[in-house]
C-alpha cells in the first residue's frame, strides 16, 4: 500500500511563492500519474497538475504558467512549485498517485496553503 506525505504548505503574501512536495512510500508500479488536488472551503476537491511516470504534464487552467509539477522517480517524489500565488490558491492541497498497472489510488492527508491579500 502506498502511503503519501506532503510537506511544504504555510501562508504567503499574494505574489509570493511556495513549493509543495510529496513522499510516496512503498510500491508503486508504472506507468502510474502523481499529481496534486486542492480544495477550497466550501468547494469540490479539483485537480491542480498531473506529472505522468514519463513526465507529460497537465494543469488546470488557472495555474497554467504560474505552477510547476515535477517529479524524481529516483525518490518517489512529486513536487509542486507554486509563484505569483494568489489568494483564490488558498486551498488545502493533497497529493495523489494512480497506480495503472494494479488500478489504484492513493491520497495524502493534504498540506495548507493560504495567500493573503
Known amino acids: 500500500q502506498v502511503q503519501l506525505v506532503e510537506a511544504g504548505g504555510g501562508s504567503v503574501q499574494a505574489g509570493g511563492s511556495l513549493r509543495l512536495s510529496c513522499l510516496a512510500s512503498?510500491?508503486?508500479?508504472?506507468?502510474?500519474?502523481m499529481g496534486w488536488y486542492r480544495q477550497a472551503p466550501g468547494k469540490s476537491r479539483e485537480l491542480v497538475a498531473t506529472?505522468?511516470?514519463?513526465?507529460?504534464?497537465n494543469y488546470e487552467d488557472s495555474v497554467k504558467g504560474r505552477f510547476t509539477i515535477s517529479r524524481d522517480n529516483a525518490k518517489k517524489t512529486v513536487y509542486l512549485q507554486m509563484d505569483s500565488l494568489k489568494p483564490e490558491d488558498t486551498a488545502v492541497y493533497y497529493c495523489?498517485?494512480?497506480?495503472?498497472?494494479?488500478?489504484?489510488?492513493?491520497w495524502g492527508r493534504g498540506t495548507q496553503v493560504t495567500v493573503s491579500s
Open positions: 506529472i505522468t511516470s514519463n513526465s507529460v504534464t
Open positions: 495523489r498517485v494512480q497506480d495503472l498497472v494494479r488500478y489504484t489510488i492513493s
Open positions: 512503498g510500491s508503486i508500479a508504472s506507468p502510474n500519474i
